[in-house]
């Protein structure tokens, strides 16, 4: 394709990208994703993130935050680091970070914990929050109500439910990030019917690579591994849902991530 198209959520500090990241990244490009937001799910792994954005200062960002599942590590003391951090010109967003209580790798009290904390940053930081929730939508949308006209923005990260919460989310504010679960014929159905109803000013795309490799996409990948190369099948769907060119979706999605992440207007190749 021809339109750039703007990942905002791909893990490239995974470990499945050691041996071949570059390569990855070259694909990527290839494809037409120019540009990628990489995300940070706990303090180490937010500073890997800033360091790979600084390798390719004009084609990757990154955010800083922990994910609910390592909210029981958060502490108040790790406050000045991911301030630090967040002062960084490659740092866009605070997160991911929300509630999950599918797993419930961290306890339920620790996640609200560590999400009231994170978004305590982001209102300091004056940075938009890059948001996670499954299973958990009332006490999630109940936290954010608390910061309301506080936040400079969020976006929920790989939104995977319904109208009905979509609705929730819109009247927050929320942008809405859309992933490969839109291609899964057994799980995406709620999401297929809630794409079309997003407004196109609060859409954006995302492979949350190297995870929800799209369950229609033929590899030969025997590893199922995602990579960001894979964001235009991901855009075709959802283009294909809201009746509108690939183009159309392309231009909008990423002139959302662009204003919404304070990205520069337009990218060059580094």
């Known amino acids: 394709m021809t339109?750039?198209?703007?990942?905002?959520?791909?893990?490239?500090?995974?470990s499945s990208f050691a041996?071949?990241?570059?390569?990855?990244?070259?694909?990527?490009?290839?494809?037409?994703?120019?540009?990628?937001?990489?995300?940070g799910a706990d303090l180490s792994s937010s500073r890997q993130a800033v360091a790979l954005a600084q390798e390719h200062d004009t084609r990757l960002?990154?955010?800083?935050?922990?994910?609910?599942?390592?909210?029981?590590?958060?502490?108040?003391?790790?406050?000045?680091?991911?301030?630090?951090l967040l002062g960084s010109g490659k740092v866009v967003a605070v997160g991911e970070c929300g509630l999950d209580y599918f797993r419930n790798l961290s306890p339920p009290e620790s996640q609200r914990a560590a999400f009231a904390a994170?978004?305590?940053?982001?209102?300091?930081?004056?940075?938009?929050?890059?948001?996670?929730?499954?299973?958990?939508?009332?006490?999630?949308?109940?936290?954010?109500?608390?910061?309301?006209?506080r936040l400079t923005g969020g976006v929920a990260h790989c939104f995977t439910a319904g109208p009905a919460e979509l609705e929730d989310y819109l009247l927050l504010g929320l942008h809405i990030g859309i992933t490969g679960w839109v291609c899964d014929e057994r799980r995406g159905h709620a999401l297929r019917d809630a794409v079309?109803?997003?407004p196109q000013e609060l859409l954006m795309l995302e492979t949350d690579a190297p995870y929800l490799l799209p369950r229609d996409l033929n590899t030969a990948?025997?590893?199922?591994?995602?990579?960001p190369a894979n964001l235009p099948h991901v855009a075709a769907t959802v283009a294909r849902l809201r009746g509108v060119s690939l183009e159309v979706l392309a231009a909008a999605t990423t002139g959302n991530a662009v204003r919404f992440f304070g990205l520069p207007s337009a990218a060059t190749d580094s």
């Open 118 to 149: 994170q978004l305590e940053l982001a209102v300091s930081a004056a940075k938009p929050v890059f948001l996670h929730q499954r299973d958990a939508h009332e006490d999630f949308v109940a936290i954010l109500r608390e910061f309301a006209g």
């Open 196 to 198: 079309p109803r997003v």
């Open 221 to 227: 990948d025997k590893s199922r591994r995602n990579e």
């Open 61 to 84: 960002w990154s955010t800083a935050g922990v994910h609910p599942h390592h909210a029981r590590d958060f502490a108040p003391s790790q406050r000045a680091a991911f301030l630090e």
């Open 19 to 39: 041996a071949d990241r570059a390569a990855v990244l070259e694909r990527a490009l290839s494809a037409g994703v120019r540009r990628m937001i990489i995300t």
């Open 3 to 14: 339109s750039e198209l703007i990942d905002i959520g791909a893990n490239l500090t995974h």
